[in-house]
């Protein structure tokens, strides 16, 4: 099922496009790489498919809906989220469980069930034994674990998350990518990330969706297709 689509999307900061001509479509039960320098624009192509950013140009869908026929939910972890100071005042687990009311209304009781996902979001994360420290006397890789299980609270049938790495050491990245691997195989959780580590992740992705700088200046975006690790090209969206 076709989730997210855009279509010879233009878009800028100022007088000069930065994305030009962008073409892609993001699928339902897949892992997606989202790669390119510095500067390529990937935070902005993110923020563009999720409606965050209005295109000057072209068309950009969001499907309303999830495979399995019920309202999509979004799961979005932006770059630098992470950056609490150390004066914030919240608890992991108030925090995490926060995560929760993306299921119904803010001023709803939060049920046994809601206690248990955000449990296992801890978890699967590696934070459940720290739950009640607050959020503010964590390491950055800490903060960035806990920020990523608020969206696995969520249980998200789309899962964008920009650079979620950040901060983490090797054991830490892999298991990850393991988590999202298994978010993706046994939950159908469509997963889309920025990362700059593709080497490490590449054997778990269906997809790669690379930024590369146009000779007019700009940036392109150029689809790859995995098995395993070995990509072949797929299209030249332009």
Same mark, same amino acid.
């Given at each position: 099922?076709?989730?997210?689509?855009?279509?010879?999307?233009?878009?800028?900061?100022?007088?000069?496009?930065?994305?030009?001509?962008?073409?892609?479509?993001?699928?339902?039960?897949?892992?997606?790489?989202?790669?390119?320098?510095?500067?390529?624009?990937?935070?902005?192509?993110?923020?563009?498919?999720?409606?965050?950013?209005?295109?000057?140009? !072209?068309?950009?869908? #969001?499907?309303?809906?999830?495979? @399995?026929?019920?309202?999509? /939910? +979004?799961?979005? =972890?932006?770059?630098?989220?992470?950056?609490?100071?150390?004066?914030?005042?919240?608890?992991?687990?108030?925090?995490?469980?926060?995560?929760?009311?993306?299921?119904?209304?803010?001023?709803?009781?939060?049920?046994?069930?809601?206690?248990?996902?955000?449990?296992?979001?801890?978890?699967?994360?590696?934070?459940?034994?720290?739950?009640?420290?607050?959020?503010?006397?964590?390491?950055?890789?800490?903060?960035?674990?806990?920020?990523?299980?608020?969206?696995?609270?969520?249980?998200?049938?789309?899962?964008?998350?920009?650079?979620?790495?950040?901060?983490?050491?090797?054991?830490?990245?892999? !298991?990850?990518?393991? #988590?999202?691997?298994?978010?993706? @195989?046994?939950?159908?959780? /469509? +997963?889309?990330? =920025?990362?700059?580590?593709?080497?490490?992740?590449?054997?778990?992705?269906?997809?790669?969706?690379?930024?590369?700088?146009?000779?007019?200046?700009?940036?392109?975006?150029?689809?790859?297709?995995?098995?395993?690790?070995?990509?072949?090209?797929?299209?030249?969206?332009?």
């Amino acid at each position: 099922m076709l989730l997210a689509s855009m279509n010879k999307v233009v878009f800028g900061y100022n007088e000069i496009p930065c994305l030009e001509d962008v073409d892609l479509d993001i699928y339902s039960s897949e892992f997606v790489a989202v790669v390119g320098p510095n500067g390529a624009s990937k935070t902005t192509l993110l923020k563009l498919a999720l409606g965050l950013l209005k295109p000057w140009s !072209g068309d950009v869908q #969001l499907s309303a809906t999830s495979e @399995k026929g019920g309202k999509l /939910t +979004v799961g979005y =972890v932006p770059q630098q989220i992470a950056s609490f100071n150390s004066g914030f005042p919240s608890k992991i687990m108030e925090f995490v469980l926060s995560g929760r009311y993306s299921k119904g209304s803010w001023f709803r009781k939060l049920q046994p069930a809601d206690h248990e996902i955000t449990e296992r979001a801890l978890r699967q994360v590696g934070m459940w034994d720290q739950r009640h420290r607050k959020i503010g006397e964590l390491s950055g890789g800490q903060k960035q674990r806990i920020c990523i299980a608020r969206a696995l609270a969520q249980e998200p049938d789309l899962l964008v998350m920009d650079e979620p790495t950040t901060g983490m050491d090797q054991e830490s990245r892999y !298991g990850f990518y393991e #988590l999202m691997h298994h978010q993706v @195989k046994e939950h159908g959780t /469509t +997963v889309v990330m =920025v990362t700059h580590g593709l080497s490490e992740v590449n054997s778990y992705l269906d997809r790669i969706i690379e930024l590369e700088r146009k000779e007019q200046g700009g940036w392109k975006c150029c689809t790859t297709t995995s098995c395993r690790g070995h990509f072949t090209p797929a299209a030249l969206l332009q």
